[in-house]
């Protein structure tokens, strides 16, 4: 399970002995709250006794963000305090809180991100593959450097279809549908800036 920059900031101040275990459980049981629409994000944090907003913000992003990708990936309780402990130093105690606190409300999660699958009219994307091939340019000169090109083949999931999803199974999936590009070097390298640009603007959603 991947996290961002900001969710391991986030997570470390969940860890630190500067916040004791009641305020990271309030904290952690406002972001599952919040997740499942049952309270606004505003009201439990506006209840919490942590002084330093930023932090509260911090902690609140993180958690919200492990419980959301814990239930996508269907990881048990076991293996989440396992993460907590081992990657973000967190006493057994505060683990197996935050872990009782998900295995509660798994089930609630897993059905809410199943139902937001099913309603998006945006294709999911299941499946990335690519492969580089050495274009050699027709020419006598043997100076002439050989030039990459990368093959991608992306392939998407109807809506509604969840196949390649362990969320719920899908009883007649639609077929996939398979998107093929061929990019240079160059293309392939301002491609990887604009995803990089995007995945700092999604961290930074979060803090």
Known sequence: MELGDQ??????????????DEQ?????????????????????????SISDFQHQQQMFAALSCTFLEAAKSDISSEELRSLFEREH??????TQML?????SHKNALRSLLAKTSAASPIPSLVAT?????????????RNMAKKPLFHFTLTTQAAG?????????????PPASELRMVMTEEQLQDLAMRLREACRAAEASHA
Do not use: F
């Open 7 to 20: 969710n391991v900031v986030g997570l470390a101040l969940c860890s630190s002995s500067s916040y004791d």
């Open 24 to 48: 990271v459980r309030h904290t952690a049981q406002s972001a599952m709250s919040a997740l499942l629409g049952a309270k606004r994000a505003e009201d439990s944090m506006q209840e919490s």
């Open 89 to 94: 130093q967190m006493s057994g105690r505060r």
């Open 99 to 103: 872990g009782d606190i998900y295995l």
């Open 129 to 141: 593959d690519w492969r580089m091939d050495l274009d050699v340019a027709h020419s006598l000169d």
């Open 161 to 173: 279809s969840v196949a390649h999803d362990r969320l719920q199974p899908a009883v007649c999936p």
